[in-house]
């Protein structure tokens, strides 16, 4: 490891952890949590100060760490968990305690843009949240405690659907038949991802509230079944045919305010262009 001063803690380093150590790795000295003792070792093998720790567990040795670092929580409930108190709880007893005994320099939390529900229309931060499911709950209860607790240094991060070269939803659809074709999609590459949270780490900036997507939104009986054929899987069907004259619907979340209040231009703006590799 390098003696650079400056920490990244990726409480949960998982998918998106992952990403954000590669492309820090050479700026900071970067701690990562994970439950498994195996993932331990290999974070150790990739330069991460690995932390086994589960949520929940005494957080003695993230408090160790903590203080005045870049802080990145991003913990899912998982998509199956239809009852997520003891989660929620824990999230927040976690950020509690952080506050108390060890504050970060910045804390970011990753959410997601499920907190809105089922709206339709265009989307903004400005837009009231409507959560329809456990997990859209649960980030809208942790939101509001990082506003009450952390006013100046706690930062949420709403996410869309997330790609990148080994992940894309296509993959789990192809051979399904589905509903909602004229639905449209919202989805953000790993690589934009990347550059908010690192336009965000470097600017500190007074808005607290951000929310990415790509700036387009196909629906959804168009793109995942040519997707499907672009990429050579298993068709993907669905039960409303999709008309020429057929009108989107659902939610479409705007990138807007981020792209201009960070000066950030995204590179991968449309859905079509994020092709697994």
């Known amino acids: 490891m390098t003696a650079n001063p400056d920490k990244l803690v990726l409480c949960g380093c998982g998918w998106l952890g992952g990403y954000l150590a590669s492309h820090f790795r050479s700026k900071y000295t970067i701690y990562g949590t994970t439950r498994s003792q195996e993932k331990t070792l290999s974070l150790t093998e990739q330069g991460i100060n690995a932390i086994q720790y589960t949520l929940g567990d005494a957080s003695d040795a993230l408090a160790a760490v903590a203080t005045g670092s870049t802080f990145v929580l991003n913990i899912p409930p998982g998509r199956r968990n239809t009852d997520l108190s003891d989660f929620t709880q824990a999230v927040k007893q976690l950020i509690t305690t952080l506050y108390q005994q060890a504050p970060p320099k910045q804390l970011i ?85 990347v550059s908010v949270i690192e336009a965000m780490m470097q600017q500190q900036p007074a808005t607290k509230l951000w929310q990415l997507c790509s700036n387009d939104h196909p629906m959804r009986g168009d793109y995942y079944p040519q997707m499907a054929n672009k990429l050579g899987l298993d068709e993907v069907t669905f039960t409303d045919e999709l008309r020429p004259d057929a009108v989107p619907c659902g939610k479409s979340i705007n990138p807007q305010a981020t792209l201009s209040g960070l000066q950030i231009e995204l590179a991968y703006p449309s859905p079509w262009t994020m092709l697994p590799a």
Do not use: C, M
């Not at 509001?144 to 991060?157: E, F, N």
């Open 109 to 193: 939390f990753i959410s997601t843009t499920s907190v809105y529900g089922e709206q339709e229309g265009d989307i903004t931060t400005a837009t009231p949240v409507a959560p329809n499911t456990a997990s859209g709950q649960a980030h809208v209860e942790i939101e509001q405690l990082i506003k009450d607790i952390a006013p100046q240094t706690g930062y949420v991060l709403r996410l869309a659907g997330l790609t990148g070269p080994d992940r894309h939803p296509v993959n789990t659809l192809a051979g399904r038949t589905l509903s909602g074709a004229t639905q449209v999609v919202n989805l953000v590459h790993i690589k934009d991802v």
